[in-house]
């Protein structure tokens, strides 16, 4: 049975490492290439099945062979698949990813069908089955549905609307969330960067600063967890790891100091790794954090 619904973008990537991620009118150098499957929903689907927990997709890809390989990866890692729509004659978003010697990332790509998802298309149902639904970068309309779905039964909703938020309405589904996630440039446009006596102070709010951390906000009090020091190799994917790994550990009743350090953990161990979709399994995170204390 599904017990957490990951709703938004399912991609195809093509990871181009380089030497420097190139300026205006500049040239860098290709050291290697890789593929694989991304998208935040994917990538945060993919992320808590290897942390054993039962998760279900709701996304879309086009019926080339990019969406088949998508469709494969994404079944092997655990992933249910049943609100993943296949459109006919269709291409599968492919975003390019330049990763540079530091791990920092820029990305190019096209939408391709990854917003074929319309309130039409869901099915309250599935949403109202599960324990936690997930939202992330998608159509404002779908999310607004997806997340009244879950309002409405009692499932409790996350929101982590990436770098479009500044561009987008997300109004009605940010205000339908108990758990919202933000980079440190995307809380500015959600917080005025003033957490007390905003909209959101009645809920969490997870501030992500990278290599350097997190902090969270509850109506209870605020926590901050330094991170952990490791050498980059390519940060996609990090973040979809880190909200995994909150999202994994609040759910098996842990309080969200204990969430905000294992977030921590999942991220760090994924920007150590290759590939968007390099995310540790539980048994990993274990391991790594048993080392450290």
């Known amino acids: 049975m599904v017990t957490v619904l990951s709703a938004g973008h399912v991609n195809w990537d093509v990871t181009l490492r380089v030497d420097r991620l190139p300026a205006s009118d500049g040239e860098a150098s290709i050291r290697s290439q890789c593929q694989s499957g ?68 820029a990305v190019l790509g096209n939408d391709g069908v990854n917003e074929a998802v319309g309130p039409e298309d869901v099915d309250p149902e599935r949403v109202r089955s599960v324990e936690h639904l997930h939202l992330t970068s998608q159509r404002p309309d779908t ?92 940060t996609a994917g990090a973040g979809d790891a880190f909200a995994a790994g909150f999202i994994a550990t609040t759910l098996a009743g842990g309080d969200v100091e204990r969430a905000l350090e294992y977030a921590n953990a999942c991220g760090a161990l994924t920007a150590s790794r290759e590939g968007a979709r390099s995310a540790p399994t539980a048994e990993e995170v274990g391991q790594y954090l048993r080392a450290r204390y």
Request: aromatic share 6%.
């Open 38 to 105: 991304g998208g935040s929903a994917a990538n945060v689907a993919a992320a808590l099945a290897g942390l054993e927990v039962d998760t279900g997709l709701i996304g879309s890809v086009g019926d080339d062979d990019n969406g088949l390989l998508a469709r494969r990866e994404l079944e092997g890692a655990g992933v249910d698949l049943d609100g993943l729509r296949v459109l006919e004659g269709a291409e599968t978003a492919v975003k390019y990813l330049l990763v540079d010697d530091g791990g920092e990332v």
């Open 143 to 234: 999310a607004a549905v997806l997340a009244h779905y879950a309002q409405e039964t009692g499932v409790t909703v996350s929101f982590d609307p990436g770098r479009r938020l500044a561009s987008r309405d997300y109004s009605d589904a940010l205000a339908a969330s108990d758990v919202v996630f933000a980079n440190d440039r995307e809380v500015a446009t959600l917080l005025a960067d003033e957490y007390a006596g905003s909209d959101f102070s009645d809920r969490v709010v997870v501030i992500k600063h990278g290599s350097d951390g997190a902090r969270v906000h509850t109506p209870a009090g605020s926590y901050a967890h330094p991170g952990f020091d490791v050498d980059p190799v390519d």
